[in-house]
């Protein structure tokens, strides 16, 4: 039996009126377009796997989810003491450090997969405006460890919300969920090379929803 995953009542207090508040926010300040909501289970494990544009990717992803999924989010933001790391944690996020194996993350992580819950995870670790670079391979040990079924979720223009803003304009942004699946088999391949291939197919698929500018390195060819 797998230990639930406990929150203080802080969390669990903050966690539904923060939700309401960032949707209301992201409807008012911009041109809202979201698609595939009828792929989303209705429950289990899974992984909810994002590209990462900006700081608000992750608030559009857990805000408009159907239900408050877990999330992992950088250590370093977490600590900081601005008004993104104060959300983070009051949120919930669990922290994990963006460089080298973070033990104590991996064990959180599956604990939520175990305990059926789903968990956001942005594969690049960090920011890229510019569009899909240098994924780490934290999502694919995951659904490798777990056979956790991966939910591919595309976020586009999110960098340019405040900048439009001051131009007397809204922006709009995306979010297209995909169909849930799960990671090919590959027989007699060493764990090293699984996780290279895994994490790149883990990309494709979020790279598969994007529109072209935001794809980065996964262009099609």
């Known amino acids: 039996m797998t230990t639930p995953i406990k929150h203080t009542l802080g969390v669990r207090l ?4 923060t939700r309401a508040f960032f949707r209301f ?10 698609k595939g909501m009828e792929n989303i289970p209705s429950s289990s494990g899974y992984l909810l796997t994002i590209n990462h544009l900006s700081y608000y990717d992750p608030p559009l992803a857990l805000s408009f989810w159907p239900y408050a999924p877990e999330a992992l989010g950088a250590e370093e933001i977490m600590n900081d ?12 996020t669990f922290p994990v450090k963006r460089d080298g194996y973070d033990r104590a ?14 968990l956001l995870i942005a594969p690049e670790g960090t920011r ?20 956790a079924p991966l939910i591919p979720v595309a976020i586009s223009g999110t960098a340019n919300i405040f900048r439009k803003l001051r131009q007397g304009r809204k922006q709009t942004i995306g979010m297209v969920i995909g169909k849930p699946y799960n990671l090919p088999n590959l027989p007699n391949t060493a ?31």
């Open 105 to 118: 993350a991996l064990r959180t992580s599956l604990k939520i997969l175990q305990n059926d819950l789903p």
């Open 25 to 34: 926010i992201y409807r008012v300040l911009t041109h809202l377009n979201i």
């Open 14 to 17: 903050y966690r539904p009126p």
């Open 191 to 221: 764990r090293r090379d699984a996780l290279r291939i895994h994490t790149d197919y883990i990309m494709q698929k979020i790279s598969e929803l994007l529109p072209d500018r935001h794809r980065g390195m996964y262009k099609k060819q």
């Open 81 to 92: 003491n601005g008004i993104i790391g104060l959300i983070m944690r009051w949120y919930g």
């Open 128 to 147: 890229h405006p510019e569009g899909m670079r240098d994924p780490q391979h934290g999502a694919a040990f995951l659904a490798m460890k777990t056979s």
